[in-house]
């Protein structure tokens, strides 16, 4: 049995921090109802699109009822309450106000169930003055300082591959509302929980922060350059142009590292700081190989060199065992979809994953939205009741 196995989770998200908050919530074990508009929303029309399909979003909801509903009809919200009496979690990233707006705030749902956990997500904070201001990742990147911190050799900031404000804000909305499952178990109630994607972001600088608020000046650690003008900290191109990532840091890694290379005449030469005549050293070294030929001779040799995987390397780096990252959904128009799980593993026999077996996938919407119904107490007259009404959907879309 899974840690959240029996926790029923509201969800209300439709952008990258929520969708992903609520997988990851999902995985560990609770039971999730997807709550979408009448209509599909950006996400299915998201890239990658296979025959009509949107891997980006069948990505983020393996395991998910789907509940497909009028939110500004009467009828609609009084679905959500019922729901919320028997919910133990609601999660969403609207900008702050609308559920409010809606009928189905956090001030409104805890007199229904006052053990529900409501958890916010959006840029600035439920409080910010900036509360109302659009954003998406690279705003809050630029914002945070952290876009500053990686520049290319002009000077110009280099926009991350990886989306550094959406997974950090999915993954500290997860960990606070497990927190305050937790806390609901002894004061027997919920609460608000307001996630901000720009102090989400801000977090990561959390140490360079700390040697600024102190002395006042920016860190040299933090300029952008420091960290790649360290010799035994960069990246080097090898000979067939792939690159060849050095972290020898400490003294004794830093003497293999010199071994390893035929250069033990540089192990006194151990950098202390920046020093731009050895790394162009080794930059002549690290050139006269195949990155291939390099992982050989760094095999086994514990020193902090690697490399600079593509992602299909990255997927086959680790060998295949009890706990796999490769989770999959069976899909009826795309068949069976490989997929990255949320990387959190369980030592204990009973809660090993089965990877023989798929995850689950609501793909027929009114299918999903007519079992969610009757699981609280709605009968197929009033149910299509709903469907003429335009509460819900007459049909799949």
């Known amino acids: 049995m899974l840690p959240l196995t029996n926790i029923t989770l509201l969800d209300f998200t439709h952008l990258l921090p929520g969708e992903l908050c609520s997988t990851i919530l999902t995985d560990l ?11 599909p929303g950006l996400a299915q029309r998201l890239p990658p699109i296979i025959e009509g399909e949107s891997l980006y979003y069948w990505s983020l909801h393996r395991n998910k009822k789907r509940i497909a509903i009028n939110l500004k009809s009467k009828e609609g919200i009084e679905i959500i309450n019922r729901l919320v009496e028997k919910a133990d979690v609601v999660l969403e990233n609207f900008r702050p106000g609308v559920m409010s707006r809606l009928g189905i705030g956090y001030g409104k749902l805890k007199e229904i169930n006052e053990k529900i956990v409501f958890c916010s997500i959006s840029g600035y904070g439920q409080n910010s ?16 300082g952290v876009l500053n911190s990686t520049r290319q050799t002009d000077g110009r900031p280099l926009v991350s591959g990886v989306l550094v404000s959406d997974y950090m804000s999915a993954l500290y909305a997860a960990l606070s509302v497990v927190s305050i499952l937790f806390e609901r178990e002894k004061i027997g109630k919920g609460r608000h929980v307001d996630i901000s994607m720009f102090d989400s972001t801000l977090a990561t600088q959390s140490i360079l922060s700390t040697a600024l608020l102190y002395t006042g000046e920016e860190p040299k650690e933090g300029n952008p350059a420091y960290r790649d003008q360290l010799a035994n900290y960069s990246v080097y191109k090898c000979k067939d142009d792939r690159y060849l990532a050095v972290a020898s840091l400490e003294p004794q890694f830093w003497s ?3 071994e390893r290379i035929s250069r033990p005449d540089l192990v006194d030469a151990y950098p202390l700081g920046p020093s731009k005549k ?4 080794l930059e002549v070294e690290i050139a006269k190989k195949a990155l291939s030929e390099w992982i050989e001779i760094f095999a086994d040799s514990n020193c902090c060199v690697s490399p600079v995987n593509t992602l299909e390397e990255a997927l086959n780096f680790l060998p295949a065992d009890d706990y796999s990252m490769i989770t999959h959904i069976m899909h009826p128009i795309l068949g069976k979809v490989p997929q990255l799980r949320t990387p959190i593993s369980f030592c204990f026999a009973e809660t090993k994953r089965d990877d023989n077996k798929n995850d689950k996938l609501a793909f027929d919407i009114r299918a999903a939205t007519t ?3 009757q699981s609280v107490g709605y009968d197929e007259k009033q149910i299509n009741d709903f469907a003429d009404k335009g509460v819900i959907l007459a049909k799949s879309v």
Do not use: M, W
Not at 129 to 144: I, M, T, V, W
């Open 29 to 39: 074990g609770c039971n999730t109802i997807r709550v979408e508009s009448l209509k």
């Open 129 to 144: 003055k900036y509360r109302l201001r659009p954003g998406h990742d690279l705003n809050f990147q630029a914002e945070s």
């Open 371 to 373: 079992s969610v119904l």
């Open 256 to 258: 293999i590292f010199c």
């Open 278 to 281: 050895l790394k162009d050293l």
